[in-house]
């Protein structure tokens, strides 16, 4: 250490910079109420993020959580969100999702029964295939208020004709 610079190191912000943790309950709606020092945490490791990209990446990566929800509990740092932010910023993508899937993709369509019929995977799970509508047609689609809720209408109209006598918790075509 006889080459220790304290002011380097201090202006380099690492004695002061810590990740903050998050204990996510598991609950989708939580969500959607992120602490507000995790996520100026967050944003502080992407200085060159301009706000707008920013809330698009932060958004992506809640999305990409509610797929676990229910699953229990799971612990977040600012760290960890920032280089997932970092690694899908680089990658060029503006939403953080599979290219099929995002705007222009294959599986990508504004109306909500069209949006539903060319999906890949679709089950018989009511919750599930509920979440995807309001991922799909909020995050994704970019839709707010009636829109929002006639995508989601359509979609799930469109999921309870082609269920059929589907099994519960089974996929079909």
């Known amino acids: ?7 380097k190191y201090l202006a380099e912000g690492k004695l002061l910079k810590e990740a903050v943790m998050w204990n996510w309950s598991g609950d989708r709606n939580e969500l959607e109420e992120v602490p507000s020092k995790f996520k100026a945490a967050v944003k502080s490791e992407l200085p060159k993020l301009s706000s707008e990209k920013f809330e698009a990446f932060f958004d992506a990566v809640k999305n990409s959580f509610a797929d676990e929800a229910g699953r229990g509990s799971m612990k977040f740092t600012s760290d960890q969100w920032a280089d997932i932010i970092k690694d899908d910023s680089s990658k060029g ?19 909500g029964a069209e949006a539903f019929r060319i999906q890949p995977f679709k089950v018989n799970d009511i919750e599930y295939t509920q979440d995807q509508a309001v991922r799909q047609g909020k995050y994704i689609v970019g839709l707010e208020g009636e829109e929002l809720k006639k995508f989601i209408s359509d979609y799930m109209t469109a999921w309870k004709e082609d269920v059929g006598d589907t099994p519960e918790g089974k996929t079909f075509k």
């Open 1 to 7: 250490m006889d080459n220790f610079d304290l002011r």
């Open 93 to 111: 993508r503006r939403s953080g999702l599979d290219p099929d899937y995002d705007k222009g993709g294959k599986y990508y369509s504004e109306e």
